[in-house]
């Protein structure tokens, strides 16, 4: 018997309810709900959260605008797991509350390094380049 392809990304169930998650976070992040002094002086944004196929694990991906204290935000995160899994559970309306778990997202720091190499000096001759020489070689 063959499964859902693990190829095919993420279902429609999946992305809904962790859309919702994702929401619910914002409001309890921007409302101030979470005590911890850590988080309280941090600049956060929660860019995305992914679902595990069988809803029971939320995978919730940080922003961080410092990444100075980058782990000591995402172990804050993870001391407040139960207060933000019962806050969730209050505010999105599901079978069962997930797990969940905090990832620092790389995205940011990605487009960051991308933006920088763009602007190298090397890439910058490359582009002032005549397009014609790369059309030379056909």
Partial sequence: MKHHDDKKGPSQRQLRV???????????LSRGDLQNPVLLGAFITIPEV????????????????????????IRAFADERKFLRMEIAHRVNLKFAPDLRFRPDEGLVEAQKIDALLRSPQVQRDLAKPQHDAEDGE
């Fill in 50 to 73: 992914r679902m595990s196929p069988d809803l029971k694990i939320a995978t919730i991906y940080v922003t961080l605008h410092n990444h100075e204290n980058e782990k000591e935000i």
């Fill in 18 to 28: 962790g859309e919702l998650i994702r929401h619910a976070m914002t409001e309890i």
